[in-house]
């Protein structure tokens, strides 16, 4: 039974920082891509960050350069280092994996692409 907890959202001022953790249990495919996924009220879910075995990654446009995400393997855990937070970065986080890698990595940051599915954490930021 794949398992995905996400922590580390919360309540931060702009230009602050977070860190969000997606620890996977029951998870130990070779292969894979995962990502993060962000969905505010009103708005369809987005991705914001993915990263597969290979080592690739690949962002949304909006968080270039002020997101980071990483994984460790020995803790199986996925990380998502948010910098320079904007109040427009407020939602839902979640974390998502899917057991392939895909030819281009960019298809990792499209949510119907990834099948395993935490239950979010939230951020919000405020001006």
């Known amino acids: 039974q794949v398992q995905l907890v996400e922590s580390g959202g919360g309540s931060v001022q702009a230009g602050g920082s977070l860190r969000l953790s997606c620890a996977a249990s029951?998870?130990?495919?070779?292969?894979?891509?995962m990502g993060w996924f962000r969905q505010a009220p009103g708005k369809e879910r987005e991705g914001v960050a993915a990263?597969?075995?290979?080592?690739?990654?690949s962002y949304a446009d909006s968080v270039k350069g002020r997101f980071t995400i990483s994984k460790d393997n020995a803790k199986n855990t996925l990380y998502l280092q948010m910098n320079s937070l904007k109040p427009e970065d407020s939602a839902m986080y979640y974390c998502?994996?899917?057991?392939?890698?895909?030819?281009?990595?960019?298809?990792?940051?499209?949510?119907?692409?990834?099948?395993?599915w935490g239950q979010g954490t939230q951020v919000a930021v405020s001006s």
């Open positions: 029951g998870y130990t495919y070779s292969s894979y891509c």
């Open positions: 990263i597969d075995s290979a080592g690739s990654t």
């Open positions: 998502a994996a899917e057991p392939t890698v895909y030819g281009v990595i960019a298809v990792c940051l499209a949510p119907a692409s990834l099948g395993y």
